[in-house]
């Protein structure tokens, strides 16, 4: 029985790695194809007589479509109003999708299957088991793996003969005009002010399209800036949002299917100006409400005059671009990596292992956790009482309260009080909540540094984070 399971162990074994090399070998394939095509599209000639040139007239047509070509966007060209000429223009046309996120993975789908000619993908992070509920583009076996290399792989298996161009890299004010420019259309899939305003920005100092999208929560939006006399981004939004109005789905949540929805619009609204046909949403906005199921067009203002970035008196010279911090303009990062805020003393601080040699040492305490109710449902530290930051005055003497009986039930005699810690998911709320209870009198409050996030890491693996 031993030798048949031995046995077994080594036959997937052998099926795993040979997957393995199939997945490479059709992977390396695709590329060739890519560049092939590339090649093709540049020289108007190629010596295998299976893949004849793009460029010529086949069978007396002069839309120059190959048989394949013919079949394959079959369906577009029976649309009276899109056609042959909107898929040649397809064909011919660039687009760049920044991000290959939640709402990059539904647009770089469409974009390679549809037929656009060249498809440029930027992004720096990696893929996340997290990420896999919207980033529908990425599959469990890339997880740790470039987002660039994973989108692209999925691009190529859907369509082997546009090319892919693979930027594995973020987008900063060194980079973003030498990328941009190589694009006729930019998609913005990121989610955060400074890449919006700097890539509105470099769209209008190259003269390119760009389409807009969001996605937090339950709600979403899009828009098509800097086309056709609209207006840019800054037109709308001359001075960013305050950051506590800037936030990510890591911090408040999305429904997977809500990116992929506005992600599906930006991938429609791409092709419609790559391709000519239709009235791009320039000068209006789409609103998308998931949990009414209702879309709203709404007009929006449009091109200012007095725009710092496409206005009369514009000052944004490729010079000037290259200058501008969009970080301190914004006060928020360009980098995913949450922030770490420092506003107490060290004195007020403890770390997640202390915290844990307390609990053991049987210290007398209350764990105060100051994270929303929806999030304390999730996962908790045990015995801890949960009190989220937006209502901490208003329960001072719920605090009081449980502190007092800590101090009975340890049967502490008068002088002796119980210690107040307090936690949150990653350490910020948690220095506010402090902050606030020093104010009111419990100036013996301290903050676990690092929250949820340190004590899964440095002190119970096993601790569920999300």
Known sequence: MESNGVHSSLILQEIEKLKAEKKDIENRISVLEAQLNDVVAKEGTVSSSSCPPLSITYLGLEHGLSPEMIYRYSRHL?????????QSNLLKSSILVVGAGGLGSPALLYLAACGVGRLGIVDHDVVELNNLHRQIIHAEAYIGQSKVKSAAAACRAINSSIQIVEHKEALRTSNALEIMSKYDIV????????????ISDCCVVLGKPL???????????????NHNGGPCYRCLFPTPPPTTACQRCSDSGVLGVVPGVIGCLQALEALKVASAVGEPLSGRMLLFDALSARIRIVKIRGRSLNCEACGENAAFTRQFFQNFDYEKFTQSPLS????????????ARISSEEYKERVA????HVLIDVRPAHHFKIVSLPKALNVPLSTLEAQLSAIS?????????????SGSNASLYVICRRGNDSQRAVDCLHKMGFSSAKDIIGGLESWAQNVDPNFPTY
Do not use: M
Not at 78 to 86: D, E, K, M, S
Not at 187 to 198: E, G, I, K, M
Not at 361 to 364: D, R, V
């Open 361 to 364: 040492n049987g210290e007398a």
């Open 336 to 347: 995913t990596t949450p922030l770490k805020l420092k506003l107490l003393p060290e004195t």
């Open 211 to 225: 389409i807009s999208g969001a996605a937090l929560g339950l709600e979403g939006q899009l828009t098509v800036y």
């Open 187 to 198: 998609v913005d899939a990121t989610d955060n002010a400074p890449s919006r305003y700097l």
């Open 78 to 86: 029976l649309l009276p109003n899109f056609g042959v000429q909107g």
């Open 401 to 413: 309260s449980a502190l007092k009986d800590e101090e009975e039930r340890k049967g502490l005699g």
